[in-house]
């Protein structure tokens, strides 16, 4: 069993930083990927950024390319989302996910940027005005 739990969340003017963790504690062994996702209301739910944990490459959502970073402190077992020049259109709730089945490749290799993560955690709410 794995648990997840989200912080870093909050409000804050465009332009301006945030950075979001994820904490990640239980059965980790089994774990392939990771990465965040946000969903707005009404809208549905858009991968932000992934990372293959063995080799670290990483993939991004077009809209978050050159303004948000993931990263992960294996000692802590912490996954990071830095999000600068935050703008409007990324308000949502946005979570850290898990892929424990070897599902993160698509049939042409790629890294999935939304992988079907098989556990996620609550979710940190960031407003952006």
């Known amino acids: 069993h794995v648990q997840l739990v989200e912080s870093g969340g909050g409000s804050v003017q465009a332009g301006g930083s945030l950075r979001l963790s994820c904490v990640v504690s239980?059965?980790?062994?089994?774990?392939?990927?990771m990465g965040w996702f946000r969903q707005a209301p009404g809208k549905e739910r858009e991968g932000v950024a992934s990372?293959?944990?063995?080799?670290?490459?990483?993939r991004y959502a077009d809209s978050a390319k050159g303004r948000f970073t993931i990263t992960k402190d294996d000692a802590k077992n912490i996954l990071y989302l830095q999000m600068n020049g935050v703008k409007p259109e990324d308000t949502a709730m946005y979570y850290c996910?898990?892929?424990?089945?070897?599902?993160?490749?698509?049939?042409?290799?790629?890294?999935?940027?939304?992988?079907?993560?098989?556990?996620w955690g609550q979710g940190t709410q960031v407003t952006v005005s």
């Open positions: 996910g898990v892929e424990r089945d070897g599902n993160c490749y698509t049939l042409g290799g790629h890294l999935r940027l939304l992988p079907p993560y098989t556990d």
């Open positions: 239980g059965y980790t062994y089994d774990t392939y990927c």
């Open positions: 990372i293959y944990l063995d080799g670290g490459r990483t």
